[in-house]
Each structure stands twice: as C-alpha cells, then as structure tokens.
C-alpha cells in the first residue's frame, strides 16, 4: 500500500506552501515594523577576480618583457612565500616593462594593481594601453609616494590611484580608469627613472608580486591565478523592507526554506561592520577597510591583520549593559585570510571564567566550547562563515563584543607571534540577548531594534476554510537554533481571538521536554496534550494534529499516532496565527516555516502518520 493512498481522501481546505510557492497567501495579515535580512537564493554578486593569469609568476610565457629580464621566486613576497620575482632592467635606452596582451575590456571601470618593492629602482608605472588609448600613473615604492598622477589620454577617462603599505616592504599600487569602448588592452608595469623610457644599467630593477586587473572601480583582496582569470561570486544577503514577509532560502545551495518567522532582537554592537572605527578596541592587530566583498555584496568586509608581536591579539566593541542569569549570543561573519582558527567570548567580569568562550575553525567547519556555551558555524558562500557564540552571564555588568585569534590550535589560548601580513576577514558583528543568533541586524552610530514577524488570519479569511467542529491541522518547520531547554517554539494556533488561553489547538516545539507537541483546549481546559521524539536544533520536522470530539491524535515524522478518546473540541475558534503562541507575540518560531495545511475533517490515526512521513 502506498504512502499517499492513506491520506485523506479530501484534499486540504487551506494549503500554505511557503517553501514551494515563495509568496504570501493574500488572505494573511503580516506585519514587521523595520527592515530585516534573509536569502533570495537568486541574488548574487562578483567577488573576488582577477583577469590576469599566472598573476605571480612573471616568468612565465603569459608575460612579455621589454628591455628587461625576469628572476622568479628571489625574495618573500607580502604573503609570506618565497613567491615574489624581480624584474631587472636591460642596459639599454627603451622601456623597461613586463605585460600582459590580449586582455579583453569592456566600456566599464577596471583596476589594475600590483605589489612591489624597491631593489635598485625606487618607482614604478601601471599602465592600461589600448590601441592609442592610456591610462597611467607612476608610484614611489620605497616611499609610498605618487610620483605622476593618474593621467588618461584618448578614450580612457575617470582615472584614480592609491599606493598602500603591505607587508615585507611591499606597497600594493593600483590603477583605476574606464576604458574605452569594447576592445582588448595590454597591461603593463613599467620600470620609472625619471621618465617611462630611460638607458638602463643592466642590475636595477624591483621585486614584483600579485598582479591583478578587475572589472570595478577598486581594488579587493588579492586573488592569485595560474593558468585561467578567476571570478568568484557570492550569495547576497537580502535586506527586506518593513512590512515585507522573507522566505528564506540556504545561501550556499539555494533550498528553499519556508517563511522566516522571527521574535524581536536587538544588535547592541554599534558600527557593527566597521571595525577601524574607534567603537572597536584592536589589541596587537590592525584592521584595513574596504579589503573584500562582504556577504551582503558590498565592498565593506574589512581586514584583520595581525602585528609582528606576540601579545593577546583581539578587537572588542564598546561594553555593553548584561543581565545576569540571561543568555547572550555574539555573532561574526569571518573569512580566512591565512589565519582560520579563533575564538569569540564574554569578558570574565560578566561570564563565568571557564563557561564563556567558543573556538572555531573555519577551514574545517569545527567549532569548541566551554562547559555550559553553544556555538554555531554557518556558510554562507564563498568562504564566508556566520560563527555564534552563546553564553549566560552571571553578573549585571557590561561586556564587549570580542573575537581574538590564538595559536592555530583548536581550543587554545595560547598567544603567538604574528607575522604583520596574516589575519581574518571580518564583517557584521552583532550581540543580542538570546540563547541563539537571529538574522543580521546592521547598526552604525546606535543599537538596532529589529521588530517582530507576526502572521495571521482572520474574520471570513479564516471561516471560509476552517471547520470549527472537527479538523486536522499539519506543519512542517525548522527547529529554531540554540539551546533545547527553555522557551516553546510555535509553528502555528488556531484559537478563539476572544478567550486567548481557554479556546485553541496549536503545534509547536517543547522547550523543556525536547519534545514536538500538540495541544488541545476548551474553556481554559486539557482536553488532549501530545508529545512525541525529540527535537534537534536546525532540524526540519512535521507535525499532525486531528481534532474531533472524542477523538484526538498526533503524529510527527512517521511515528505511530497517539491518541486520545475522551474530550471536547475548542469553542469558536476565529484566527489562525502563524509561528506564535495565542496572543500572536510570544514564544515565536524563530525559524522558517516550510508549510502549513489544515483539513476540514478529523483525518484518521493513520491517515495522521502518512501525512508526516
């Protein structure tokens, strides 16, 4: 016998398929204050690229030399490696150059950067050449200087340069300019002494390292390639308007997850991406803007990079007020850059000494904790990770927002010395009062409130589909994350708007059974209570509940209904409330709800189990 032939042979009178239809049914009120943040699984955006290829071997046959020669792998490159080349000069009078041809441009603005390092000639010139079309500029690399300024000739316009310290004595110099009309360019670094074409002494030159060319109007992080140009995208995380309902989808496969229903939280971490403000403490590290595409699509991921010391290496937000006895979850969207492993934690003023502190390692997904903190680690694409730490404190105090990065160690506290280069890419801190992480909430100068998600039916949006003397009620949702024990979890109440607590039915997770739940009650009392299994956080499951009078039963995934044959059904049931306990603001999902049906008849015990399997 076959699944579907032990449903019921009506078919459901309301059916609110979230996750498939990605839509709100006309006849739900919804209503949310302020913006929130969610996943389109459409929306993606250009991260890191570089459209040059073998972009640190200047040596090999993808570069082209002119009056000069090339040395590969002769000195530590900003990174680290042994990876940097030098290009010397010829002795004679020309340019002295190393280029890329061919290189394919639209009429956009490009970027074009390198690193380099004196080693007998002190300055450089980028240079973007197509046909008699330019765009250059010359640099001072032992000085951090611009020597000529961005300049454009032809049909080359908008041209802009920075020159940046780097590590090992390496600037990064970029060139900025749009090009002409669809063409293909050459690309160049020049040698410069006193003019682009000069007699050369056959020993000077520079130290050359991480060419890139990409298609924006500023330089990101450094993409290293070999034999092919890289483009890198990334899922963006969405900012929904107030009012608007967010289906959210998973950012790195694209699943569909239902309607996100969340209680109100607050983010008391201000300049929550801008940690090179003063808001934010840095403890033997620096941090450097605009280093990478964040995770909502902009270029505002900022860069951790660690000094050459060997003290405790961290950045902290401004204190923030803590209640003692309350849960709290610190959040960070990190990203690698040679440094994977770290901890987020609570200051020992506020948090117990040894039940305050979550490591994770994000190169393999792995996280670590003290007695009595959860963590939680989350890809979002593209290398980025939401990593969450919660704690409860233990005294009414203050503490900051705090993540630190230890010897590469899981589990270690344990300081190092930093090679200057090393670090993290870091973006949308966020503290919230709370035993799990909720959606981003971004803030600048103040905290941000991010208001309630409330749904709902009612008047003939209701009665037209509901049958208020016997019905079976299906849900299907995601356990909410965090913590088991403590606050239900609502998927959805059919109750009597007028006697709240005394009249209703409703699904939900238990929060101190661990346990999926149905309930049932007329005139304030039982008249059936079912719990069944047990629940885990981040886990989908479905629940059925048939009402009936003297006959009730519940059924969750698969399992053998439960039953119960003596009671009433509720009286005058008018409203439907979508992920929320009767008065529609309390003990909320927390979490998407992938879908909702209700049928107008007590469906059979079996009926009950073949409906969640």
């Known amino acids: 016998m076959s699944i579907a032939s032990l449903y019921p042979s009506i078919n459901p009178s309301l059916l609110l398929d979230f996750a498939n239809s990605k839509v709100l049914d006309p006849r739900i009120t919804f209503t949310r204050t302020t913006t929130a943040t969610y996943y389109d699984s459409v929306t993606t955006a250009k991260a890191e690229e570089n459209l040059l290829t073998y972009s640190q071997a200047f040596d090999n046959e993808a570069w082209s030399t002119t009056a000069s020669t090339v040395t590969a792998n002769s000195t530590t490159a900003p990174d680290g490696t042994s990876t940097a080349d030098t290009l010397t000069e010829t002795a004679t009078t020309n340019y002295h150059s190393i280029y890329q041809i061919n290189i394919s441009l639209a009429a956009t603005s490009y970027t074009f950067s390198c690193f380099a390092k004196p080693n007998g000639?002190?300055?450089?010139?980028?240079v973007m050449l197509s046909g008699s079309d330019t765009a250059y500029a010359t640099y001072n690399v032992s000085t951090g200087s611009i020597t000529v300024a961005a300049t454009t000739s032809g049909s080359f316009s908008s041209a802009s340069t920075t020159i940046t310290a780097s590590a090992n004595g390496f600037y990064r110099v970029t060139l900025t300019a749009t090009a002409p009309s669809t063409s293909?360019?050459?690309?160049?670094?020049?040698?410069?002494?006193?003019?682009?074409?000069?007699?050369?002494?056959?020993?000077?030159?520079?130290?050359?390292?991480?060419?890139?060319?990409?298609q924006r109007s500023s330089a990101t992080a450094y993409t290293a390639t070999t034999t092919?140009?890289?483009?890198?995208?990334?899922?963006?995380?969405q900012t929904a308007s107030a009012g608007q309902a967010r289906f959210d989808h998973n950012p790195t496969t694209g699943e569909s997850l239902g309607l996100l229903i969340e209680e109100a939280r607050t983010n008391?971490?201000?300049?929550?991406?801008?940690?090179?403000n003063v808001a934010w403490t840095k403890s033997a590290c620096s941090i450097t803007s605009t280093a990478n595409v964040a995770p909502d699509g902009t270029l505002t991921a900022q860069q951790l990079v660690e000094d050459t010391t060997a003290n405790g290496r961290y950045i902290q937000s401004n204190s923030i007020n803590v209640v003692s006895g309350n849960s709290y979850t610190s959040t960070f969207y990190v990203k690698a850059n040679g440094r994977s492993i770290f901890f987020i934690y609570f200051n020992a003023a506020a948090f117990p000494t040894n039940s305050r502190i979550a490591w994770f390692d994000i190169a393999n997904q792995t996280t670590q904790v003290q007695t009595g903190v959860t963590a939680s680690i989350t890809s979002v694409g593209n290398g980025w990770y939401r990593c969450s730490c919660t704690a409860t404190a233990n005294a009414s105090t203050t503490t900051p927002c705090q993540l630190s990065i230890p010897s590469q160690t899981l589990g270690s506290l344990s300081n190092y010395t930093g090679n200057g280069f090393s670090g993290l890419f870091l973006w949308g801190a966020q503290l919230e009062a709370g035993s799990f992480a909720t959606s981003y909430i971004p803030t600048?100068?103040?905290?941000?409130t991010r208001n309630a998600d409330a749904a709902s039916m009612t008047g003939t949006n209701f009665s037209s589909w509901f049958n208020n003397g016997e019905g079976t009620?299906?849900?299907?949702?995601?356990?909410?994350?965090?913590?088991?024990?403590?606050?239900?979890?609502?998927?959805?109440?059919?109750?009597n708007s007028s006697t709240g607590y005394d009249n209703y039915y409703k699904l939900r997770f238990e929060g101190s059974s661990t346990a999926k739940a149905a309930l049932s009650y007329t005139s304030g009392t039982a008249q059936a209570s079912f719990t069944q299994g047990t629940q885990t956080a981040g886990?989908?499951?479905?629940?059925?509940?048939?009402?009936?009078?003297?006959?009730?039963g519940f059924s969750s995934d698969n399992t053998t209904a439960s039953t119960d044959t003596s009671g009433t059904v509720p009286l005058g049931l008018n409203q439907m409330i979508i992920g929320a306990d009767?008065?529609?603001?309390?003990?909320?999902?927390n979490n998407r709800i992938r879908k909702l049906a209700y049928y107008p008849i007590k469906a059979t015990n079996a009926q009950l189990q073949a409906l969640t399997v």
């Open 121 to 126: 000639r002190n300055e450089i010139t980028l």
């Open 184 to 214: 293909t360019a050459t690309l160049a670094i020049e040698l410069y002494n006193a003019a682009r074409t000069y007699a050369g002494n056959g020993t000077s030159g520079v130290y050359l390292w991480g060419a890139q060319l990409e």
């Open 228 to 237: 092919q140009a890289i483009t890198n995208y990334i899922p963006v995380l």
């Open 268 to 276: 008391s971490v201000t300049y929550s991406s801008q940690f090179s």
């Open 444 to 448: 600048v100068a103040s905290s941000v």
């Open 473 to 495: 009620l299906y849900g299907e949702m995601q356990r909410a994350q965090g913590a088991i024990s403590g606050t239900n979890f609502h998927i959805v109440t059919v109750v």
């Open 539 to 552: 886990n989908f499951y479905k629940l059925c509940l048939g009402v009936k009078v003297n006959d009730f």
């Open 582 to 589: 009767v008065d529609g603001t309390s003990q909320i999902a």
